[in-house]
C-alpha cells in the first residue's frame, strides 16, 4: 500500500549515538556524583551531599574540557571516524 506520505528510513550513515570519550567521562562522574549525593541526602550527611553535587559539577566541567579538546560529538575527530566507517 505505496502512497506519497511514505518516509524512507536511510540507515546506512554513522550515528555516534554520544558515543564519545567526552561522553562517557561526563555521564561516569555524574553518576557517582548522583550516588554519593543520594547516599548523603538519605542518611542526613551534609558533607556528603556536598561532595556529591561537587562531582557533578566536575563532571560537566570534564565533559566541557574534553569536547574542547576534540572528543565529543561535532569534532573533527568524529567527523574523520564517519568518514571512515561509511566506505
Given at each position: 500500500?505505496?502512497?506519497g506520505n511514505e518516509i524512507v528510513l536511510d540507515h546506512t550513515g554513522f550515528v555516534g549515538h554520544g558515543?564519545?570519550?567526552a561522553a562517557w567521562v561526563t555521564i561516569g562522574i555524574m553518576s557517582v556524583g548522583v550516588i554519593v549525593g543520594v547516599v548523603g541526602f538519605t542518611v542526613g550527611s551534609t558533607p556528603l551531599l556536598i561532595?556529591?553535587?561537587g562531582l557533578v559539577?566536575?563532571?560537566l566541567v570534564a565533559g566541557a574540557v574534553l569536547r574542547s579538546m576534540g572528543h565529543?560529538?561535532?569534532s573533527e575527530q568524529r567527523k574523520h571516524e564517519a568518514r571512515?566507517?561509511?566506505g
Open positions: 500500500m505505496a502512497n558515543n564519545t570519550l561532595v556529591g553535587i559539577v566536575v563532571g565529543g560529538a561535532g571512515n566507517h561509511q
